[in-house]
């Protein structure tokens, strides 16, 4: 099966397929840098961030956008209050969001700002007043609605439909209720550009339109957001981009659904800074990444104490496993001198093969030995990974195929005599799978881990000279550090509490 993507435009799963062979063009709406971004809005930013993860695992070369919105009506009027000018305002929180960003694993796109492309902006709109898709009133420029018969397209709705859901639209400056701003003219003491209709700065819905085309070309592969964005933000871009160019914004339109914040300890003790900022002061991101990706991205999530709670035991217990087979591995290269590591293609040939034998009714298969065992559970899961991330980024799928992988790798570690190469497989396993769900603890990158490997062993050492005391306390201090030590006799083993 090849990747299936649900979407919003067709309201059906589609097959995927790049206008260009091997590249995909992703842009996703970015956050209005005013605040702290809340954990609602840490749903896109992990949950696109896996799908271009996913991208790349299968081999495309992803060109991804995350815009900044650094100029709106939020920005201007948090920047009067606290006496900051808008563009340090938006220097602070943009510099918050990226902290947030990767520390949840989520740092790799393209943030374009707002206020460094009022250029193309200006021109764009100069292009639908020219085309007569849009027209000045009063210094402020519109969107002409009835320009565009496909308007309503993306979200499913029809003008004369929309028309009863609105309220008499007092603005006469506007040819039809449901024309949207292009371009704002500058009140007194706001900030602003320079354009032809005096001077002001862009309305919302122009600048996705704008720096899409500037960074990614004139229709991309797919275009991302929350669902609150599907009407009217993305239905607009989509008609100002149709409107300008005579080409779709975009083949395929996602949208993720929200996050319902439960528990009423989390409301109670954050209150209304249930922030990423502040939920990361006490939780894992990982955690956090877990819960996130454990609800399929187009159903709700409940986020809560609860749910961090299981997120943290599902981390644990993948990272405990993963924890394991790098030590054992550890003490069998170490004992080996000369050995040399075995490359990915070497690898990838050996799970291709055990894929093979899995394919095998078991009583074709024989009495298998344990490392066939691991090898062919280890490919399965691969390949199930696979298959349900095809399908419409099925994260939790995902997720429970690590799992089997865990048991797998837990279960061949009970093993006397473990083979590196059934070692270095379980761990490239592992490894792929983490590339795409993010899940694992970067622990060495900290030097934590060697510093635990060097405590156990002068505590070896101590042992041999029947230093019992001096044993005895770094056990304390690692068991005060909520590292468990284990005496096997492969040596000992240690994993985090
Ligand atoms: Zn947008």
Known sequence: MTLQIYNTLSRTKEEFRPIEPGKVSMYVCGPTVYDYIHIGNSRPLIFFDTVRRYLEYVGYEVNYVVNFTDVDDKLIKRSLERGVPVPELANTFIDAYLQDARALGAEKALHPRVTENIDEIVAFIAGLVEKGAAYESGGDVFFRTKAFPKYGQLSHKNLDELQHGIRIDVDERKESPHDFVLWKAAKPGEIRWPSPWGEGRPGWHIECSAMAAKYLGETIDIHGGGEDLEFP?????????????????????????????????????????????????????????????????????NFGDESLRQGEAGIERINNSYGNLIHRLRILTEAKTGWQPFTAEKLDAQLAEALQTAGLADEERGAETAEAEALRESALALKRFGERMDDDFNTPDAITALFDLTAATNKYLLVDHASIDVLQALKRAFERMDAVLGLLMNAADTGEDAEIERLIEERQEARRSRNFGRADEIRDELAGRGILLEDTAQGVRWRRK
């Open 233 to 301: 933000h993305h239905e607009c871009e989509a008609a100002q981009s149709e409107a300008l160019t005579g080409k779709p914004l975009a083949r395929y339109w996602m949208h993720n659904r929200y996050l319902n914040i439960a528990g009423e300890k989390m409301s109670k003790s954050l209150g209304n800074g249930l922030t990423v900022h502040n939920i990361l002061q006490s939780a894992k991101p990982e955690a956090v990444r877990f819960v996130i990706l454990s609800a399929h991205y187009r159903s709700p999530i």
